[in-house]
């Protein structure tokens, strides 16, 4: 079966708050099982909108990334999240 990718670009206002975020979407990601690939503050961006911190997100499939994303666990993360960023977020199957 193929991975489910959790693919995000965010633009952090205010780096301290930040961190709660952090702390809560690690906890609802652990849950999931899903496993943080990427996570850089200052990708070499070439081309398109999607500026900020990357993050790259693997989940056993699709079906789990989104399951991830719908969980109580995390919204109450993406609520702390949208106080305090922009973000642009997919979810994506694997090859």
Known sequence: MPKGYLIAHIRV???DAFEEFKQLS????????????VRN????HREGGGQGLAVLIEFDSLDAARA?????AYKVA?????????TD???VEGL
């Open 13 to 15: 206002h205010d780096k």
């Open 26 to 37: 690690g906890a609802a990601i652990k849950a999931h099982n899903g496993r943080v690939l």
């Open 41 to 44: 503050p200052a990708p070499d």
């Open 68 to 72: 991830f994303y719908e969980s109580d």
């Open 78 to 86: 993406r609520a702390a999240r949208e106080k305090i960023s922009d």
């Open 89 to 91: 977020l997919i979810l």
